[in-house]
């Protein structure tokens, strides 16, 4: 695999855990993706000249090894298949220092016309591109505990109050700044539509609050070992993302929980974010069990049904 990017973990990258934030994991990998595509002989003027903007509608993510302040990083890349409407990409961000990986990523990579989104296809060029890039998905970087199944796209915001799920974000406004100047949402970065707003802001809650996870002096997070980011609908400027959120499942250290994000005024679905996460002592550093009491909470909270 060839390297497509170079960066270094920069201040602004560093989240409330104390390392870089798993956002930021993405937009690396996303700008390797459109290094990758220019290697293919698709690049900013052949975008332009197509008319046709980027669409990476599935990015499946393995987290392997946190980042700190001032890490320096490398994402390598190659192509896992090749079809006129898709190509598959694999890509691994690393340090560039000890080489250590810090995540995998697979992506489904589209096009898509700038005015309306419609479907694209790859030139010829461009597939013949991908071939010569073409590499074996290594067997670390292959899904663990979410797969890629087709991911259920039935779930509404009613469902979501009947369930008692909350809101753990504010929503926010798709402004001009966030969107393309075909009024569509910039998908360029391949925002995580929950956490699209900068900086994160967390709705206002007690720490002891009925939805909040964790106790202000427990000393204990969730780092997300896995995700998948599925995007079913791109907003429009002007429309509100809400996004709530769920946990799925609670084992001893481990935990399943998503988000689903909607127009706010008609309700349509717009992204699925499937994440596995584990247990962080914040003071060691290490992953840990979920004591008792904090497992039995977690349950409290657990809604399997929307699984």
């Not at 007690?206 to 202000?216: R, Y």
């Not at 994440?275 to 060691?284: A, D």
């Amino acid at each position: 695999m060839q390297t497509f990017h170079e960066a270094r973990v920069e201040p602004a990258d560093i989240d409330e855990l104390g390392h870089m934030n798993v956002r930021v994991y993405a937009r690396h990998a996303a700008a390797a993706v459109h290094k990758l595509l220019a290697a293919m002989g698709l690049d900013a003027d052949a975008l332009a000249a197509q008319q046709a903007l980027v669409f990476q509608p599935d990015c499946h993510t393995l987290f392997r090894r946190e980042q700190l302040l001032g890490n320096p990083l490398g994402v390598r890349a190659g192509v896992l298949a090749v079809q006129p409407d898709c190509i598959d990409t694999y890509l691994e961000l690393h340090n560039r220092d000890s080489d250590q990986l810090a995540a995998t990523f697979r992506k489904e990579v589209r096009l898509v016309a700038r005015a309306d989104l419609a479907p694209l296809a790859f030139a010829q060029g461009v597939c013949d591109g991908a071939e010569k890039l073409a590499i074996e998905w290594p067997a670390h970087g292959k899904p663990r505990s979410l797969p890629l199944d087709p991911v259920r796209r039935d779930l509404t915001v009613a469902d979501m109050q009947r369930e008692g799920v909350v809101s753990r974000f504010q929503g926010y406004e798709v402004t001009a700044e966030l969107s393309t100047p075909d009024g569509f949402m910039d998908l360029s970065g391949a925002p995580w539509f929950s956490y699209s707003a900068e900086p994160v802001p967390r709705e206002p809650a007690a720490a002891d609050a009925e939805d909040a996870w964790f106790s202000s002096d427990s000393h204990m997070a969730v780092a997300t070992l896995e995700s998948r980011h599925s995007v079913v609908d791109i907003p429009r400027t002007g429309e509100i993302v809400v996004t709530y959120t769920a946990i799925i499942d609670v084992g001893r250290k481990i935990m399943r929980f998503a988000h689903w994000s909607f127009d706010e005024k008609s309700g349509r679905l717009l992204a699925i974010l499937n994440e596995v996460g584990i247990g962080l002592n914040l003071q060691t550093r290490r992953s840990c069990e979920f004591p008792p009491e904090t497992r039995a909470k977690l349950m409290a909270q657990c809604h399997p049904a929307l699984g």
